[in-house]
């Protein structure tokens, strides 16, 4: 998969947005489409994968995250807000519905389990 390298990977993203964006390239998984995270804020996060979703739709994925020394999956589900292809890459901008922190051991199967059900209030 050809993916875009980021410019810097230290400083927030400043866009007329509600949250600030930081730069950063994680693994993501739809499952079993492979992607990688070009930036991440409290409220979305924008992917590079190879398959598109609709904009409206949800999608399920996880994101792998190191905490602490610690192997973490952020398991997600979001609203397509932007899908688009730069540089021959596809991108796709999600608004985060729902997301908890699971311990990368566990399997984590994102397609057949509802997501709002797990989250912690």
């Known amino acids: 998969m050809k993916h875009k390298k980021p410019q810097n990977n230290t400083l927030p993203l400043k866009y007329a947005r ?3 964006r930081f730069i950063t390239e ?13 930036n991440i804020s409290a409220t979305g996060i924008y992917f590079e994968t190879e398959v598109a979703h609709e904009p409206g739709s949800r999608v399920n994925f996880t994101v792998e995250v190191h905490i602490r ?4 999956k952020l398991v997600c589900e ?13 991108g796709m901008a999600t608004k985060l519905l729902s997301s908890f922190f699971s311990d ?15 989250q912690i209030h």
């Open 69 to 72: 020394g610690e192997k973490l």
């Open 78 to 90: 979001g609203e397509v807000v932007r899908v688009g292809c730069y540089d021959g890459v596809l």
């Open 104 to 118: 990368a051991a566990e399997i984590v199967d994102v397609n057949s389990r509802s997501l709002a059900a797990r």
């Open 18 to 20: 509600g949250a600030d």
């Open 26 to 38: 994680l693994p993501v998984d739809m499952g079993g489409v492979q992607g990688v995270t070009r």
